[in-house]
């Protein structure tokens, strides 16, 4: 138990964390799941292996990267190599355990919106784009989505689908011949919400500390299910606070 | 073969209106001075590609030299929107761009196929997102082996490519090195090619992960030293990350970005 | 994740009869102690296959090994022909080989599409030629968006790639310099990998063209000094031109091949 | 004119050695055209660009490479790269100027046979294969062969094409999409062979000093057109042999 005060945006971000396994190879989006990936290196997973779709293989930054190419991700990788060569050998093959990313949309199948709020030739709002995301979601033996959670993002349908999660639900991923198991984990400033295992809609699992489920529902926006047996997050430990925290402080 | 031009000769000399033109750089080693000279030299009607459209192509847009988009990913990397990029896509402003758009896989893989002398590249890809429905470039492909089916991808061949790299030797033989993205596609893909370095040196040092482009694939070296920034050049200087932040709210207006362009032109 | 065994014990574990092995490398760099250890345990009916099968296959072939070779040029370079590669498909000797023949540009597009995990890969290649009238594996494919027709072939991905590099570091990544053909490809083609290294260092110098592979991605590593013996390792050994050219009359005799198979296996 | 005897081996390199000219990007297959474009580069030839199919770009081999993989052929390159990249972003983008190979049989069209002598299923004789030849022969601006001549090794039809010069002669390489001119030069041992413009059937354009067309007939395995204007080779300088037989003698 910790000593000190968190925000609800740490406990996401430590939450992300803990769900990295050490040994595993992971393919990791920038910004939350970065951070993650990096405190789970220093925390419990320090055989994790990085890799940012820069090319860099093993990467070991000595502080967050500003970006998905910082200098500080090819210094000290085990490789760098070549932007096609990442998404054909590396993400293409099948070799990443796990895909880490984020997300601006996201809806109860856990389908992945970056490109445009509102209709795709007449937009609302345009966002990014795809950038890696539909091949990790594809590719990857698993996903895990980190966001904030609001009814703004937690939709009941994306406008546009840019990262598969499980489609319309059920086995729709192996209908279309994917090969990962898609999002595993989805991991908020709330709670962690997983797919059920026969339909594949979002159900809550985890609140965390302090958090009700109303709460959790109030920014949800489709009608939330919630696991029978819900369990609530351990809170940050100091431990945990303090790496995350230097490592922030650091960059 | 190369030769050693002025970066305004060289743009002068292989970039015309109407033309297709890929700047490439991940992150590292974006040719942000060759952009500038574009927007200096007025070119209009561009298609233009990149995997990560930032900065540099949000200047190109807001300076109306661009007149379509082919990308997978654009956004100020860290900071949020590229609100010149959005004010064309969503009010036209200062003339309406068309947009092709695809993901990091597939775009590195038009590259690869540009590179190789193929029209089409083959990915698993795109399945199951919307990208299809709106981006005619995405096609299904079966393999004639397995019966499986797969995503083809049209070549990406610019008539210009255009990079920056750390170095090149006496000969115009070019060498960079850390994160290359690709580049060396861009410039194999693309009918000619520009490469902007930081310095000609005599012999290139051995470097892990070097990437040599022989001087008789490229056009045109022009020795322009920060001609990365604000990104950055391994070995060379640090990405000028205050100034990616500023830019927002350079970008976020018409008038102050009015301002910029007049500041690079002068 | 790489085990460092030794490597009767890495091949005893990941080497089974009828199995589809490789053993790559181009004039630098053959894996030939590792050849040589899979004729001393005896190994049959395995497909294997290889753009240069050169010596270490004439071995595997003689010493009854192989029931299909997969290959693009099958010579002892510089010397002449391999004849217990001729002696198996001219006279069945010691037992009937199939074979499958290529070009390097169609086996190096199969190891890439192997390593990318795609069924298939596509080239510009056996236009004209015979090839396609006497192996199955090379198709015709259309270009979805040129009409343009191609090649297709379909990706190599062996049960069990080997290669020879310079150096592991101590967590079993693998680093090898100068040619390194496609052994890249076919260790990420293969299911399994197995490594035999010169020696083991603490950390890895930058080299000029250095490739490094994750540990990640190896089975086993076998620290064989001088395991790529007649062929080269840049920075250790020089190529042993007589080994090759007295292979040839080795090669040319049974009984004297014979002879030098038990002497392998002593 | 040579004070110095030769061989009809040496004034075949030699003149295979001049049909390269400086500055061209020619790709470089093992044994005769090797010897022939390192002479070359050390002659009239400083700036050509030697490619070898082992990945090496620009090579600058202080001795002759003994086989396609020699670390002379490495240590000396502008650039070594993959395999795979060499075929793909290099040979087949249509990057190389000239394509230098040997041939064990070739026809009067010269198409090329390396693969097999009689029946594929039940060969006579069996070559090593195509190696790199069939894609050089298709996407270099054209190709140069050198081989000695002898109606053994110049038959009116090969048994098997491994490599396409002019098919079925006349426009039969353009009818195939192919890119590259095709064989433009076959240089032997006793003159020099070009295509017809019309036919492409190869066409004794040049004998090398003390060669009569008789020899040159009896040698070939076809009834031989001769052009009109028949030249004669000039023999090799001292220059030339001195620097054959230095490159030779380092090796």
Redesign the interface.
């Known amino acids: 138990m910790s000593e000190l005060e968190y925000t609800t945006d740490e406990m996401m971000t430590i939450a992300a964390a803990r769900a990295l396994g050490d040994g595993t190879v992971c393919f990791v989006g920038i910004g939350l799941p970065s951070t993650a990936a990096n405190i789970a290196r220093r925390m419990h997973a320090p055989n994790a292996v990085l890799i940012y779709e820069s090319g860099c293989i093993g990467a070991k930054p000595t502080r967050l990267p500003a970006s998905i190419g910082d200098g500080v991700l090819s210094e000290f990788a085990d490789a760098v190599i070549a932007v096609p060569e990442i998404f054909a050998y590396w993400l293409q093959a099948g070799r990443i355990d796990v895909g880490f990313l984020g997300a601006a949309q996201i809806d109860k199948f856990a389908n992945i919106n970056t490109t445009v709020i509102g209709p795709y030739d007449d937009p609302k709002v345009r966002l990014p784009g795809a950038g890696g995301a539909p091949e990790i979601a594809a590719n990857c033996g698993s996903v895990i989505i980190t966001l904030r959670q609001s009814t703004r993002a937690f939709v009941e349908q994306v406008d546009f689908v840019t990262s598969l999660g499980h489609g319309e639900g059920g086995d729709h991923r192996a209908r279309l011949g994917l090969r990962g198991a898609g999002p595993t984990e989805v991991i908020t400033d709330l709670g962690v919400l997983r797919p059920d295992a026969t339909t594949r809609e979002l159900t809550l699992t985890s609140i965390h500390p302090g958090v009700t489920v109303e709460q959790v529902r109030d920014a949800t926006g489709w009608d939330l299910c919630v696991a029978d047996r819900l369990e609530v997050t351990d809170p940050p430990t100091d431990d945990e606070l303090r790496v995350m925290r230097e490592l922030k402080a650091a960059s | 073969?190369a030769d050693f031009l002025d970066l305004p000769e060289a743009i002068e000399r292989y970039v015309h209106d109407g033309q297709f033109v890929a700047l490439e750089g991940?992150?590292?080693l974006i040719p942000f001075a060759a952009g500038h000279e574009i927007i200096r030299q007025g070119r209009t009607g561009l298609t233009v590609a990149r995997?990560?459209p930032d900065l540099v192509y949000d200047q190109l847009i807001g300076a109306g030299c661009v007149s379509k988009l082919i990308?997978?990913?654009?956004?100020n990397?860290?900071v949020g929107?590229?609100h010149r990029?959005?004010d064309a896509?969503?009010e036209g402003w200062p003339g309406p761009i068309e947009i092709e758009?695809?993901?990091?896989?597939g775009m590195?893989?038009r590259?690869?196929a540009g590179?190789?002398?193929?029209?089409?590249g083959?990915?698993?890809?795109?399945?199951?997102?919307?990208?299809p429905e709106?981006t005619e470039?995405i096609?299904p492909?079966t393999?004639?082996?397995?019966g499986?089916?797969?995503t083809?991808v049209?070549a990406l061949n610019p008539d210009v490519g255009i990079i920056h790299a750390q170095q090149a030797d006496r000969d115009g033989?070019v060498m960079m090195w850390?994160?290359?993205?690709?580049q060396?596609?861009c410039v194999?893909a693309s009918t000619r090619a520009i490469v902007t370095v930081e310095e000609v040196v005599d012999t290139?040092e051995?470097?892990?992960?070097?990437?040599?482009?022989?001087a008789?694939?490229v056009d045109a070296v022009c020795v322009v030293p920060g001609g990365a920034h604000p990104s950055?050049a391994?070995g060379y200087s640090?990405?000028d990350?205050p100034y990616y932040a500023a830019w927002d709210e350079i970008g976020r207006d018409r008038d102050r970005f009015g301002e910029w362009v007049e500041e690079v032109c002068s």
């Open positions: 073969m991940f992150t590292h995997m990560t990308f997978s990913w654009g956004g990397p860290g929107s590229l990029m959005r896509i969503q758009e695809h993901s990091h896989a590195a893989e590259w690869r590179a190789a002398g193929l029209p089409f083959v990915l698993r890809g795109y399945v199951g997102t919307s990208l709106h470039t096609v492909i393999c004639p082996f397995t499986e089916q797969l083809a049209p033989n850390g994160i290359t993205g690709v060396k596609e194999l290139f051995p470097h892990v992960n070097g990437v040599v482009l022989p008789w694939v950055y391994d640090e990405r990350n």
